[in-house]
């Protein structure tokens, strides 16, 4: 079962935080330490991926690198991973 919460995970907004940074920095490294060596990513509506693996997200970033920062929109608490809607906005080109 799951439901909508106005809480915001540490790990949610940690991993906003450093997302937002690796874009701003052009290093993406931290970010991919954020995931475990098996995790999936793949995206919703976006041609890319799926990622398989911290390296092949870390390539992933690397190889076409965002060129927005995330905001949160909202959190549902889940028995399992919790899910997490993000808004996209451009951001300030890395040094």
Do not use: C, W
């Not at 398989?52 to 965002?66: E, F, N, W």
């Not at 060129?67 to 993000?86: H, K, L, N, Q, Y």
Request: hydrophobic share 40%; no cysteine; glycine share 8%.
């Amino acid at each position: 079962m799951s439901k909508p919460t106005d809480a915001v995970p540490d790990r949610v907004s940690g991993h906003v935080a450093t997302f937002n940074d690796a874009v701003a920095e052009g290093d993406y490294e931290r970010l991919a330490e954020r995931f475990a060596e098996d995790a999936v990513m793949s995206f919703v509506g976006v041609l890319v991926g799926p990622f398989v693996g911290r390296s092949a997200i870390l390539a992933g970033y690397r190889q076409m690198p965002p060129d927005d920062t995330m905001e949160i929109i909202s959190v549902t608490a889940t028995v399992g991973p919790t899910r997490s809607a993000f808004s996209g906005r451009k951001a300030a080109p890395a040094p």
